[in-house]
């Protein structure tokens, strides 16, 4: 099992491009998360995806949107990157909500220039 | 203020040292994580609970639901265990069963 996959790893983007971060876990897991992390502020729950078709706003969800694909699949996409989206990127999973352990994936370090 | 604190933001300490970390939180809560993040890596969770005391190995970690307040404990450290440690809560209120509040994580440095 490879458990939370995350690509790409680095992206490097200017002010304005668009792109799509892509997770998938292979655990079975109905639930499904994306945060960033920047330092000094803690993991930030970006959008999270308790069920198959379902998907809801975290945090700080402006500027990005996201698909549930299927159960296995949760992409993060970001239409015009900003500067202020410069962060690492983490997807995890959950057998169903919070209280259950979440696995988290290798993350993806961005920077918009 | 925060809802997750941790304390301490740093730790230095010397191999074999006994180590503790300290969360509190201020809101209810359905169950408390603690995470591992080593330098550059990735994120694993250590330990989940909602009651009482559980033990990984070296790991030891407490919570006092009464008190809102959690530890975790390191025996016998070494300097593998240099990583930043990650308190979370799974809030047991409203809308927010289904998302993680996490403190901003304890920087610990074991040197030889």
């Known amino acids: 099992n490879a458990g939370v996959t995350q690509t790409p790893k680095f992206q490097v983007l200017k002010t304005g491009q668009s792109m799509t971060l892509q997770c998938a876990q292979d655990?079975?897991?109905?639930?499904m998360y994306w945060y960033r992390q920047d330092p000094g502020m803690g993991l930030r729950l970006i959008y999270y995806?308790?069920?198959?078709?379902?998907?809801d706003k975290g945090e700080v969800p402006n500027g990005y949107n996201v698909s549930r694909l299927n159960k296995r699949e949760f992409s993060l996409r970001l239409e015009s990157a900003a500067p202020s989206q410069t962060s690492v990127y983490f997807c995890?999973?959950?057998?169903?909500?919070?209280?259950?352990?979440?696995?988290f994936g290798p993350g993806t370090r961005l920077t918009v220039l | 203020k925060n809802e997750v604190e941790q304390s301490p933001q740093n730790l230095t300490a010397q191999e074999g040292e006994f180590i503790t970390i300290n969360c509190s939180y201020s809101?209810?809560?359905?169950?408390l994580h603690w995470l591992q993040q080593h330098p550059g890596g990735g994120i694993v969770s250590l330990f989940m609970?909602?009651?009482g005391k559980k033990k990984h190995g070296r790991l030891i970690a407490t919570i006092n639901i009464q008190e809102k307040h959690s530890s975790l404990h390191i025996t016998a450290s070494h300097p593998r265990d240099s990583a930043v440690y990650i308190c979370?809560?799974?809030?047991?209120?409203?809308?927010?069963?289904?998302?993680?509040?996490f403190g901003t994580g304890t920087l610990l440095a074991v040197q030889p």
């Open positions: 995890a999973s959950s057998a169903r909500g919070s209280y259950n352990e979440q696995f």
């Open positions: 655990m079975n897991h109905n639930s």
């Open positions: 995806s308790a069920s198959e078709g379902t998907t």
């Open positions: 809101v209810g809560i359905s169950a």
């Open positions: 609970l909602s009651s």
């Open positions: 979370a809560v799974s809030p047991n209120y409203g809308g927010a069963t289904n998302k993680l509040i």
